[in-house]
């Protein structure tokens, strides 16, 4: 069975400054998608970046941006520049069509501060 | 942009009454989720729907149920409700052909 980890329950930044959210994930498979998504105060779940298993290029969507290493089976997530709003719990997910039917399986979340 | 739309956004009910949730897709999305999350919890996988057929089943209970309709929208049906069903329910959707989820805002299960 795929699991997902993140080892950081609780982070804190100086706005304007760069933080890096950790994520290792379990799996055989060599085709999954892995994701970032965000939970603000609302709980709201907001997707953040996507990264398929295939693509040996790190995706970026502006200030965020990801370390995939797929041989580690690592997925982390840096978030620079960072701004009061990026304050969240960030869950890692990850998702294999074949053998988990679409469904994400999440890790246990990442607070993270942003300080003014 | 179209989202998921839940309803409703919040429900209280009492022990051993009968809850149902209701979620509508993003237009043209096949594929609908629905996911549980307990306080402090990450999101836990229910059951899901394609093209309203069951796709796949987690870790839901015998008392609950769901189905998806010929308009796409999904009802999750929870009946003798219990103290620890109390959870912010989620439904999500997507393309099967795209694989990424966008997620409504939620419905906030309250049982007393």
């Known amino acids: 069975a795929q699991t997902v980890t993140q080892s950081q329950p609780e982070m804190s930044v100086q706005e304007a400054e760069t933080v890096t959210l950790s994520c290792t994930y379990d799996t055989s498979e060599n085709n999954y998608y892995l994701f970032w998504y965000k939970q603000p105060p609302s709980r709201q779940m907001i997707l953040v970046i996507r990264q398929e298993a295939y693509k040996q290029q790190n995706a970026t969507e502006n200030r965020f941006s990801v370390n995939f290493q797929k041989a580690a089976k690592s997925f982390s997530l840096k978030i620079s520049d960072s701004q009061l709003g990026d304050t969240a719990m960030y869950f890692c997910a990850f998702m294999n069509p074949r053998t988990s039917g679409g469904k994400l399986i999440f890790g246990q979340g990442t607070e993270l501060s942003v300080k003014p | 942009a179209a989202g998921v739309i839940q309803s409703p956004r919040h429900l209280i009910k009492e022990k051993r009454e009968t809850a149902t949730l209701k979620c509508y897709p993003i237009p043209r999305h096949d594929t609908v989720y629905w996911y549980q999350q307990g306080p402090g919890q990450d999101p836990q996988f229910l059951i899901s729907f394609y093209e309203k057929m069951q796709s796949d089943k987690g870790s839901i209970p015998d008392r609950f149920s769901a189905q998806q309709f010929s308009d796409y929208h999904s009802e999750l049906n929870m009946s003798s409700l219990e103290l620890g069903d109390s959870a912010l329910y989620f439904c999500?959707?997507?393309?099967?052909?795209?694989?990424?989820?966008?997620f409504g805002p939620g419905t906030r299960l309250l049982v007393l």
């Open positions: 999500a959707s997507s393309l099967v052909s795209q694989e990424t989820q966008y």
